[in-house]
């Protein structure tokens, strides 16, 4: 069986569309101790070829420590309806923070394409967390798809 047989890649304009209609996807840190993978919140900027988080860090949080070791990270994003009705986007680059000059500009990315996700699952009085943006800068990105999910009919 050829990989075809399996989903044809994406084209640009499609994985740009995608990311901005998605809003979510699981971040994934490596590092020579082992691998850290977390579903994120994620607003995609096409002018600026990047993905806007914003990051709540806790006490203690290893969030925090994979960040800082300044490693490339991946970020997934799917869709899956059925077995032939599917996509999906790998993008891969490296954390940066955002200057607290263009916080109001990634807050309006991050505001207009992201799923956003409740902060009480960190259990803690938000006041207990520090909120700070952050981009992924793209490097690389792939997606596939299965032949259905690109029908113009669909």
């Not at 850290?36 to 290893?62: H, K, L, N, T, V």
């Not at 596939?144 to 669909?154: A, E, G, V």
Request: net charge negative; glycine share 10%; aromatic share 12%.
């Amino acid at each position: 069986m050829s990989l075809e047989e399996y989903g044809v890649a994406m084209e640009g304009d499609e994985i740009t569309d995608f990311l901005e209609s998605q809003g979510v996807g699981t971040l994934a840190f490596g590092s020579e101790a082992g691998g850290y993978a977390i579903p994120m919140s994620f607003g995609y900027d096409s002018a600026e070829g990047r993905c806007i988080f914003q990051f709540a860090f806790g006490d203690g949080s290893a969030k925090a420590d994979y960040v800082d070791a300044g490693n490339p990270v991946s970020l997934s994003v799917f869709e899956w309806d059925s077995v032939d009705d599917w996509r999906s986007v790998v993008v891969r680059g490296t954390l940066r923070p955002i200057p607290e000059s263009e916080s109001a500009t990634a807050a309006g990315v991050f505001a207009a394409h992201a799923k956003i996700a409740s902060l009480e699952v960190f259990r803690l009085p938000l006041e207990d967390l520090d909120l700070e943006w952050y981009e992924l800068r793209i490097d690389d990105e792939r997606g596939r798809q299965s032949r259905q999910s690109r029908d113009p009919r669909r």
